[in-house]
């Protein structure tokens, strides 16, 4: 091999961190100085040093903070529930679910979802199943196909969904409205909760793009183009199976281990209420909750007894100093993820065989490169891009060529998990991203091809050009020597 410039370290592709850069310390810092030199006004929320029994507080400022920045006619406040961040939030819902159950539960999730996810649904006992998508999400009559067999065995019991529905971890969709009505109709008629993981919300950036990112000039007519997307749980009043749960970890910072959950229904509520951990100690973060709420606020509302949500929504849009860090969070996105595509798509073309599909990689959404069927231009956002790595990788009808793939991808996870010179290169694994659960229930029939995720947020500029040059020049390495190989 040749050509890689040496002078760079490990290029880190996998950790889907938040950049540093742009965590905002003066906002927190802010916030908790106001709030423990009594500056906040709170009505009658408990103190931030007490026990959180009346979080109040909180809970308002959060549905004030979804109506304003997702356009919402109205939140209701009482619904909402402070966590210790998305994953502390999906535990405790897996811990009110798995209370009574005689049967084993069933998760479903995405193929592929959040890798972590998996491992703390399984830490409850839960059997994880996978659900076939497509770029538009969950493919329904799959899904209804396996809901209906699942009623012939009687060792299992189908408790909840967990999906990813804006900007999912790892493959960057974002699901239409038709599809989310759809999905919520179906688990509806099964009684299936569904818990929407929203972690992303918020981080759309179609519009920051930069001008010089060539995407298909048809938008997909059935995504509206918006920087912040409103909630899973917000669709219809007449979904009542649905939580929605989202965090600041995105936004604000990972550190401070705040989001909140987003009820439909006053009996779910009630049910989180009656845990033993939030009875026993109220509010699960309460003082850093506090913090995260107070960090989003204009400086207005600051002032004792000003607090209105009419008052914060009037000054939210022009002065709020969260509002700059979310613009500027969202620019830097924009900029890193057309920089990651465009050095993609000019590598591929410089280091692999443009004229020979076998040969190429897809990048979920970007049809320019895609022989797939539905080549519409979706909604960017998020941390992540997705690519289906070229098809002599997962294409293993023959012994020979098994053989090959397994030498393949051995050396592609050695490089991820070794980072071994000359690449210096990590990325993550698709096959980390799904479950090796297989079951009767779930068919093996769609398309597959090997994948890797690509996390740009937290790299500068520099890095993800050059890392986007190491693994085309990774791929051409270990591609087969002549496009006769194949066949
Ligand atoms: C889809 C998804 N859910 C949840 C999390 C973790 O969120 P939190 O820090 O709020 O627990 C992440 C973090 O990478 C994520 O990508």
């Not at 995105?250 to 959950?261: A, E, H, N, S, Y």
Request: hydrophobic letters at 35%; one cysteine or more.
């Amino acid at each position: 091999m040749c050509g890689l410039s040496l002078v760079m370290a490990t290029i880190n592709l996998s950790s889907g961190q938040p950049p540093e850069n742009l965590l905002p310390y003066d906002l927190v810092q802010n916030a908790a100085n106001n709030l423990l030199s009594g500056k906040v006004s709170m009505g009658h929320s408990s103190p931030p040093l007490a026990y959180g029994d009346h979080y109040d507080y909180f809970s308002k400022r959060i549905a004030s903070f979804l109506k304003i920045e997702s356009g919402r006619e109205s939140v209701d406040s009482e619904l909402i529930v402070p966590i210790a961040g998305v994953s502390n939030g999906l535990d405790l819902i897996c811990t009110m679910l798995c209370r009574n159950l005689t049967r084993r539960g069933v998760a479903f999730v995405e193929d592929s979802t959040y890798f972590l996810s998996i491992s703390l649904l399984e830490d409850h006992g839960l059997l994880v199943l996978p659900l076939p998508t497509d770029s538009d999400g969950i493919l329904i009559e799959e899904f209804r196909r396996i809901l209906q067999k699942l009623k012939e065995d009687d060792s299992l019991v189908p408790l909840l969904l967990y999906c990813i529905p804006t900007f999912h971890n790892p493959t960057g969709r974002t699901m239409p409205r038709t599809r989310r009505i759809q999905l919520l109709d179906l688990t509806q008629e099964y009684s299936l909760n569904v818990v929407a993981d929203e972690v992303y919300q918020f981080l759309g950036f179609t519009e920051y793009l930069p001008f010089n990112l060539i995407l298909d000039p048809k938008p997909n007519t059935s995504l509206t183009i918006q920087s912040s997307y409103p909630s899973f749980a917000s669709i219809s009043p007449s979904y009542d199976h649905v939580m929605s749960i989202s965090s600041f970890s995105k936004i604000l910072g990972p550190g401070l281990r705040v989001g909140w959950i987003e009820f439909t229904s006053h009996r779910q509520k009630n049910l989180f209420d009656s845990l033993g951990v939030i009875k026993s100690g109220s509010s699960i973060c309460h003082f850093s909750s506090y913090v995260a709420v107070t960090s989003i606020m204009c400086p207005d509302d600051l002032i004792p007894g000003s607090f209105s949500v009419d008052n914060e929504s009037q000054s939210w849009r022009d002065s709020c100093p969260f509002r700059t860090h979310l613009n500027a969070l969202r620019t830097s996105l924009a900029l890193k993820y057309s920089t990651l595509i465009s050095s993609l798509q000019r590598y591929q073309l410089e280091y692999l065989s443009p004229c020979d599909s076998t040969h190429e990689f897809i990048i979920e959404g970007h049809p320019r490169l895609s022989s797939r069927e539905n080549p519409e231009f979706s909604v960017v956002g998020g941390y992540f891009i997705w690519i289906y790595l070229p098809e002599w990788i997962g294409d293993s009808e023959s012994e020979e060529d098994g053989e090959k793939k397994r030498k393949v991808m051995t050396s592609i996870e050695f490089l991820d998990v070794s980072r071994s010179p000359p690449y210096d290169l990590s990325f993550m694994l698709g096959a980390t991203c799904r479950t090796l659960n297989s079951s009767p229930h779930v068919s093996r029939r769609y398309p597959y091809r090997e994948t890797i995720r690509l996390c740009f947020a937290k790299l500068e500029i520099r890095e993800l050009e050059e890392g986007a040059k190491r693994l085309c020049q990774l791929l051409k390495d270990l591609q087969p020597t002549g496009p006769a190989e194949k066949g």
